[in-house]
């Protein structure tokens, strides 16, 4: 069994966590918005053919503390242990 890296699960890390909100989906070029309200942990898997995918964040207003635990992450690589890009 593997440890995961935060937004992985399963005995593989290859799941996504169920946690209520967040899954996967496959990006096209008719554009997909994905939407988060509350205070909840959501985590979303976007596959692409090697394309290019856009971010657009808007609305986003999370209280900033200390420790930083309210934020957007986009993970951009193949080593999800790393840290990826962070809005807050």
Same mark, same amino acid.
């Given at each position: 069994? @593997?440890? @995961? ?12 966590? &169920? /946690? ?5 989906? /496959? ?14 942990? @959501? ?16 609305? /986003? ?10 934020? /957007? ?8 242990? &790393? ?6």
């Amino acid at each position: 069994m @593997c440890k @995961c890296p935060p937004g992985l699960a399963g005995k593989t890390c290859e799941e996504i966590p &169920q /946690v209520g909100c967040g899954g996967e989906l /496959v990006a096209t070029p008719i554009w997909q918005e994905l939407s988060h309200r509350g205070k909840r942990m @959501c985590y979303w898997r976007i596959k692409t053919d090697n394309a290019r995918i856009r971010f657009i964040l808007s609305n /986003v207003n999370y209280r900033c503390e200390t420790t930083c635990r309210a934020y /957007v992450e986009i993970k951009h690589n193949s080593d999800f242990q &790393q840290t990826g890009f962070r809005a807050w």
